[in-house]
């Protein structure tokens, strides 16, 4: 069994933290630990089982203990998803995930704090004192077992339909520690494979899928208990199989917060008034928090 983990800093530290064809930066910004990773050669896309692409992880949130004052860290957030995104262009934001299950409901939780703008202009914009907003669009499309239809499915049609310069696709992601959960934000312009963070991959979403760049957001909401189990035996040295001790259920067994009702509500506050300010950088944080109140 190997460890498992949608986290790219986490998988080069799997592979000891020197894979071949990855290049990393580091920086802090206030509270945040920032590791921006790029992948540039096949061998260590294969080698790291991700993408090439830029990999950014923001390390160090606060979603749990203290939640006051995180302005700072969403307008951190908005910089460095604005660093993928193209200049201009209408977007199209998708939250993927089932509300149902709380662990995946960030995508579709995030959708109701994303401000929607694509039908807002002509008068309407200037009298309102919008005339500067981009176009953005926000669906929340569910999933395959409630719509009988692929996001992926869905999510390209709409791409024909509105052809927007790029696609925000937002999703709960699985770590490999738990000291990770919910303090992490992972974005890329890899693209995403909606499902990923509770065990149950569907097609890519990509840019070869659907035509146009797709950056992913993300948080780490649940840990694989054999990769814990496995995790945490290989660190007291014994590096026998953890799904032998979890047995054979091991592989479909996720471990989260039991803070994950408050950890996802707050999650899906940041990510989304990070996608505003950086979907909008002509209005400011106290504009768009009233615009989405």
Do not use: W
Not at 67 to 79: K, N, P, W
Not at 138 to 145: D, M, Q, R, T
Not at 224 to 242: K, N, Q, R
């Amino acid at each position: 069994m190997q460890l498992r983990t949608d986290l790219a800093i986490e998988a080069n530290e799997i592979s000891g933290g020197k894979a071949p064809g990855t290049e990393l930066r580091h920086k802090t910004d206030g509270t945040l630990r920032i590791t921006e990773m790029t992948i540039t050669t096949q061998q260590g896309a294969q080698l790291l089982k991700k993408p090439m692409g830029r990999y950014i992880t923001m390390e160090g949130l606060s979603l749990t203990e203290c939640f006051r004052d995180v302005s700072t860290q969403i307008q951190t957030a908005a910089r460095e998803l604005a660093q993928l995104l193209p200049e201009s262009g209408s977007v199209l934001v998708i939250g993927l995930g089932n509300r149902a299950i709380t662990p995946d409901a960030l995508g579709p939780l995030c959708t109701r704090h994303i401000l929607a703008t694509r039908h807002i202009t002509g008068e309407l914009a200037k009298s309102t004192g919008l005339d500067r907003l981009r176009p953005v669009s926000v669906i929340a499309p569910g999933v395959l077992g409630q719509t009988g239809i692929e996001a992926a499915e869905m999510i390209s049609g709409l791409v024909r339909m509105l052809s927007p310069a790029a696609v925000i696709a937002i999703d709960a992601l699985a770590a490999r520690s738990l000291p990770r959960l919910g303090c992490t934000i992972q974005i890329s312009d890899t693209g995403i494979a909606p499902g990923s963070g509770v065990g149950n991959h569907r097609t890519n979403l990509n840019r070869e899928s659907t035509g146009v760049p797709v950056i992913a957001v993300g948080i780490p909401t649940v840990v694989d208990a054999s990769t814990l189990a496995l995790d945490i035996l290989s660190g007291i040295g014994d590096l026998s199989d953890g799904s032998q001790t979890l047995g054979s259920k091991g592989d479909s067994m996720m471990v989260t917060p039991r803070e994950i009702d408050l950890l996802i509500e707050r999650a899906s506050k940041i990510i989304g008034m990070a996608v505003n300010l950086a979907l909008q950088p002509e209005y400011d944080f106290d504009t768009l928090a009233a615009l989405t109140a």
